[in-house]
Nanobody, 124 residues
Framework: VQLQASGGGLVQAGGSLRLSCAAS????????MGWFRQAPGKEREFVAA????????NYADSVKGRFTISRDFAKNTVHLQMTSVTPEDTAVYYC??????????????????WGQGTQVTVSS
């Protein structure tokens, strides 16, 4: 499976941004998908995930109430709507694809495929 992320860029603190990730190749009908991010000098961290079967969503505490993950099954696409962003949200954002299961959704190694990353920079 190949993942193409888009939508990153420069945004002012308090603003909004929408990331998208399109899956192609040998996709399955109901994968779980997630977003992770990595800031300079820091480890990659979980941001949000959405399950395949019922669209259950989960978020990191740091983004809960500000970010929303959603998906378009017909287009094999997942979105991350980011609102009320802060400079602490500055990072490279990666989408991830998991063919089966949703347990341990915060664990990067559970995902089968990764996108190339898209840079999000929040200015103060």
């Amino acid at each position: 499976v190949q993942l193409q992320a888009s939508g990153g860029g420069l945004v002012q603190a308090g603003g909004s941004l929408r990331l998208s990730c399109a899956a192609s190749g040998r996709t399955v009908s109901d994968p779980s998908m997630g977003w992770f991010r990595q800031a300079p000098g820091k480890e990659r961290e979980f941001v949000a995930a959405i399950s395949g079967s019922f669209g259950v969503t989960n978020y990191a505490d740091s983004v809960k109430g500000r970010f929303t993950i959603s998906r378009d099954f017909a287009k094999n696409t997942v979105h991350l709507q980011m609102t009320s962003v802060t400079p602490e949200d500055t990072a490279v954002y990666y989408c991830a694809y998991r063919r089966f299961g949703y347990s341990d959704y915060r664990a990067g190694p559970k995902y089968d495929s990764w996108g190339q990353g898209t840079q999000v920079t929040v200015s103060s």
